[in-house]
């Protein structure tokens, strides 16, 4: 399944803590789960806000049937069910997304040795090559890491003089040239073919 329309990022730096749905309900808006466990934890989400809402509004629920609050609210698509894991960010600025395999690329930024191994280099040109991939959550790793982002893109790019502080948003611009071109525009993406393909070359 392709991306929501492109969004442009905010880029202020802060990390997993800034305020959104998720940091609220979940203590942070950056999770990594296994995917059966980021389904289960954004469906209590959404109950939550449901149930908040008609509690906040008995007079007009009174009467009225509503949808049954032990259903699901969210499945995942089947590309991104068959993940190692599940990355889910909110952003201000970019919305709900979901990345597949996201705990190996944040396994490769905690630990920059990981760089020489295919399966790493693979997804992170994949996360840098794909148009339905933001800059989101290469900016988040990279800004998360700083001690090793460097060495990460250095291994990738075989460009010994990289910095990220220096180079980070031109390769970044270079790379994803359609989303800086478009209008701010919030909301939900699901992240998944050729990830999804990517994964599976590997089973």
């Known amino acids: 399944m392709s991306s929501a329309t492109p969004r442009r990022s905010s880029r ?55 949808p049954g609050l032990d259903l699901p609210f969210f499945a995942l698509p089947r590309e991104l069910a068959y993940s190692d894991t599940i990355g889910v960010i909110y952003d201000q600025v970019d919305g709900l997304n979901f990345y597949a395999d996201y705990g190996i690329l944040r396994d490769l930024f905690a630990d920059p040795t990981l760089a020489g191994r295919r399966q790493h280099q693979d997804l992170l040109r994949t996360y840098l090559r794909e148009e339905s991939i933001a800059p989101l959550p290469i900016h988040r790793l990279a800004t998360a890491h700083p001690e090793t982002a460097d060495e990460v893109f250095r291994k990738l790019l075989r460009k010994p003089g990289f910095t990220w502080s220096e180079h980070g948003e031109t390769l970044l611009r270079r790379r994803k040239p ?26």
């Open 12 to 66: 202020d730096g802060s990390g997993c803590g800034r305020t959104g749905p998720l940091s609220w309900f979940c203590g942070s808006d950056e999770l990594v789960l296994p995917p059966a466990e980021a389904e289960d934890l954004l469906n209590a989400y959404y109950r939550h806000r449901q149930e908040a809402a008609v509690a906040g509004r008995p007079g007009r629920a009174r009467g009225r049937r509503l």
């Open 178 to 203: 359609w989303y800086y071109d478009n209008e701010l525009r919030p909301g939900v993406s699901v992240i998944g073919n050729r990830l999804s393909r990517l994964a599976a070359g590997r089973r």
